[in-house]
């Protein structure tokens, strides 16, 4: 294996990692990558050589991202895995020994998921149900169903779901063609980035802050598991792999549903 040269800086090396890599590796994550390194790590440490990035650089690296430039944890974490994977293989191209790095990655914080509560899903459904058209259709199905947002946009009508309010509504949109997509009525899929900008238009006018469509997604899993839907049907509706993921990251009773099942706890309770 032909080595590289030792006056390199890590600026180079990042160009030669990307080159070896770019034939195993998505255009998407290529351009990833590229971002990554043009934006952060190479105006970080430009002409560095690698015997000269020591641990306590790395660390500095690392607040610079979080707190000047103000990244997530979880986008620098990838960065720092991205040094990393760049690190190692100029050390095993270039038969250099540098110092033993330690590198400290961010611990993400668990953001609390948004849920509508009950007035503000009856100030949506209304919207939604006023002149009604396939988009709200769409945005209305996530909320009625928990389906994902590439779910929707992805659904045909051949697959969709038949409650009675959903029903209903079908007679009104269905094209008759049963291989058609449900949100344009075409062989052609919605982006859902389109679908995105509906639903922020529709809880805009509504006045409803911060609703995406996990949230949809949440609100109805909390809903079900509030009125006492089985569980395990309702893993197995949202797709999980498991019941713990559900009860984990979409259910997320209310105050007014603990104190109802602390209330039965209690009528059990003979003293």
Known sequence: MTKERESSTFADYCENWLSAKSSRLKASSCAKYRAEMDNHIKPYFKNKQLCEITTEEINAFTQMLLCEKGLSAKTVRAVLTLFRSVFIYTERR??????????????????????????EEEILMKCL????????????????????????????????????????????????????????????????????????????????????FHTL???FATRCIEVGFDVKTLSEILGHSNVSVTLNQYVHPNMNLKRENMSRLKEGIRL
């Open 94 to 119: 270039t038969g250099q020994k540098p110092q033993m790095l330690e590198i400290v990655y961010p611990k993400e914080c668990k953001r609390t998921v948004r849920v509508l509560n009950e007035n």
């Open 129 to 212: 149900a006023r002149e009604m058209n396939l988009d709200k259709f769409g945005i209305y199905l996530s909320l009625r169903t928990g389906m994902r947002i590439g779910e929707v946009c992805a659904l045909r009508w051949r697959d969709i779901p038949l409650m009675l309010d959903i029903a209903k509504l079908c007679t009104r949109f269905y094209p008759g063609i049963p291989d058609a997509f449900v949100l344009t009525g075409t062989e052609q899929c919605m982006e859902p980035r389109k679908l995105q900008r509906r639903l922020k238009k529709y809880t805009e006018a509504c006045k409803l802050k911060e609703v995406h």
């Open 217 to 219: 997604r949440h609100t």
